[in-house]
T-cell receptor
Framework: DTGVSQNPRHKITKRGQNVTFRCDPI?????LYWYRQTLGQGPEFLTYFQNEAQLEKSRLLSDRFSAERPKGSFSTLEIQRTEQGDSAMYLC?????????????????FGPGTRLTVL | AQSVTQPDIHITVSEGASLELRCNYSYGATPYLFWYVQSPGQGLQLLLKYFSGDTLVQGIKGFEAEFKRSQSSFNLRKPSVHWSDAAEYFC??????????FGAGTILRVKS
């Protein structure tokens, strides 16, 4: 178990550029979540997947944000036409299914995050 | 809608002193409750969780938390703080769709 990994760890971009972040969940975790954390705040839920199905995306901040998990393994979060207000830490988490060693969907394991700075 | 309030933005304690971080939640049903810790620039590490049963739960690093339904609280405690405990602590409640709703966090400073 290598934990949740995220790449890149840091991204600096210019306003208007597109960025994509990757998240690799813990193997056998079928749920994957994306959160955004701004300075001085707790993480804010964005979207989540169960396997390859995106079960909720209403909290994605605008139509510039999209996420995919094409094969039910890793996931990507893309932000198009970045704005300075998109600067934040983007966190990914995964959770095990209830049938896996006492797993619980609410017990989420977080990656180290991707810090986005939009200039 | 679910919400979590952490009333203290900053707390400073002396090394070796006891610690209590406050958390109040709003949730209609029996809540699933969590405490996470975050070091600067890092992700969140789960300290402990409450799903059901014993209202006093033990976690990692010597932390414990007590669920009090009557007060809608889930306060985090540690009997003796170490300098390495300095970090930001987040309380969270499990919401619909199994997403987590977090409080704004409490920054813990430890003075020697």
């Amino acid at each position: 178990d290598t934990g949740v990994s995220q790449n890149p760890r840091h991204k600096i971009t210019k306003r208007g550029q597109n960025v994509t972040f990757r998240c690799d969940p813990i193997s056998e975790h079928n749920r994957l979540y994306w959160y955004r954390q701004t300075l001085g705040q707790g993480p804010e839920f964005l979207t989540y997947f169960q396997n390859e199905a995106q079960l909720e995306k209403s909290r994605l901040l605008s139509d510039r944000f999209s996420a995919e998990r094409p094969k039910g393994s890793f996931s990507t979060l893309e932000i198009q036409r970045t704005e300075q207000g998109d600067s934040a830490m983007y966190l990914c988490a995964s959770s095990p299914p209830p049938g896996l060693a006492g797993g619980h969907y609410n017990e989420q394991f977080f990656g180290p995050g991707t810090r986005l700075t939009v200039l | 809608a679910q919400s979590v309030t952490q009333p203290d933005i900053h707390i400073t304690v002396s090394e070796g002193a006891s610690l209590e971080l406050r958390c109040n939640y709003s949730y209609g049903a029996t809540p699933y409750l969590f405490w996470y810790v975050q070091s600067p620039g890092q992700g969140l590490q789960l300290l402990l969780k409450y799903f059901s049963g014993d209202t006093l739960v033990q976690g990692i690093k010597g932390f414990e938390a007590e669920f009090k339904r009557s007060q809608s609280s889930f306060n985090l405690r540690k009997p003796s703080v170490h300098w390495s405990d300095a970090a930001e602590y987040f309380c969270a409640v499990g919401a619909e769709g199994n997403k987590l709703v977090f409080g704004a966090g409490t920054i813990l400073r430890v003075k020697s």
